[in-house]
C-alpha cells in the first residue's frame, strides 16, 4: 500500500516537473511553439550590433515573432537574420525595419514600423533590409576626439581667464576702470544738465526761433527763385554768352600770339625787348623826351611866376664906342 502512494507521488512530481517545463519553454520561445503557425522572413543588415537569437520582433510594441538565427551572408558584407513570425499578423512591403534596443542599454530587437501597407502582406521566405541599429562603441570612439577637444578647448579657456585676471583685473586696471566710470558718470550728468538747458533755451526762445525758421525757408524759396531765374537767363541769352565766349577765346588766342611775339622778339614790343641798340635809343628819347618835359615845367613855372612879357623881352645889347 504504501510503495503504491510513493508512486503516486512520484507520478504527480514528474507531472507537475513536465508542467513547468513546458511552460518554460513556452515562456522563453517568447509564445511561439511547433504548433503555433508561423512564416519566416530573411531580414539583411550590414550590421547586427548586439542582436541575439530569441530576440523579439515588435510591431508598434506589439511582439509578433522572434529571431530565429543570425548568419553571416556568403559574400562575407552582410549578415542575415531569420525571423519567425505568427501567421496572424501580416507585414506589408512597405514596412521599414530597424534594430532597436530596449531603453539606452537594453536588450536589441527587431522593430516593423508599418507605413501605408501598400501591396500584397510578405510570403515566406520574402527577404528585406533593415537599418543599420545605433552602435554604442562607434559612439564613443568618435566622442574619444570630441571629449580631447572639449579638453583642450578648456584648457585654452582657462589659460585665458588666467591671462585675463593677470594682465586685466589687476588693482591697477580695476583702479583705472573705476574713475573712467566715475568719469563717465560725470559726463552723463553734464550732458542731461546739457540737454535740460538746450531744452529751456528752445522753450524760451521758441518765438525766435520759429522766425528764424520761417526766414530759412523764405530765404530757401527765394533762392529757388532766383536759381530759376538765372537759369531762364542763361537759357535765354544762351547765343549771346556764346559769342561772349567765342570773342574771349580769340582775345585769348591774340594774346598767346603777342606773347608768343615777345618772346620770339619779333614786332614792335619784340623788337624793344631783344634788340639792345634800340634799346639804347628809346631809352636816350626817353632821356631827351624827360629833359624837354623838365625845360617846358621851368618854362611854363616862369611864366606863371613872371609873365609871358618878362620870358620873351630880352635888353638891348651896347653898342660899343
Known sequence: MSDKRLEIKVGLFVLIGLTLIAALLLYFSKGTTLFTPTYNITLKTSKVGGLKSQAQVLISGVPVGRVESIALSEDGKTATVQLKILERYRIYPDAEFAIDSLGFLGDQYIS???????????????????????????????????????????????????????????????????????????????????????????????????????NLVVFSLQLNQLAEELNQTVVTNRASLGRAMNNLEKSSHTLREILADLNAGTGLAG?????????????????????????????????????????????RAERRR
Open 112 to 214: 516593423v514600423l508599418p507605413t501605408e501597407n501598400k501591396g500584397e502582406p510578405l510570403q515566406s521566405g520574402a527577404v528585406v533590409e533593415a537599418k543599420e541599429p545605433f552602435d554604442m562603441q562607434e559612439l564613443a570612439r568618435a566622442s574619444m576626439g570630441f571629449v580631447t577637444r572639449l579638453d583642450t578647448t578648456a584648457q585654452n579657456l582657462n589659460d585665458a581667464i588666467l591671462r585675463v585676471d593677470r594682465m586685466v583685473l589687476n588693482e591697477q586696471t580695476l583702479t583705472n576702470l573705476s574713475l573712467a566710470i566715475s568719469n563717465l558718470m560725470t559726463f552723463s550728468e553734464t550732458a542731461i544738465q546739457a540737454a535740460e538747458g538746450v531744452n529751456t533755451l528752445f522753450e524760451t526762445n521758441s518765438s525766435p526761433i520759429n522766425a528764424a525758421m520761417t
Open 271 to 315: 623788337s624793344l625787348i631783344r634788340d639792345e641798340d634800340l634799346k639804347v635809343e628809346m631809352s636816350s628819347l626817353v632821356t631827351n623826351f624827360n629833359e624837354v618835359a623838365g625845360n617846358l615845367s621851368i618854362l611854363s613855372s616862369n611864366i606863371n611866376t613872371r609873365g609871358l612879357w618878362s620870358v620873351l623881352w630880352k635888353p
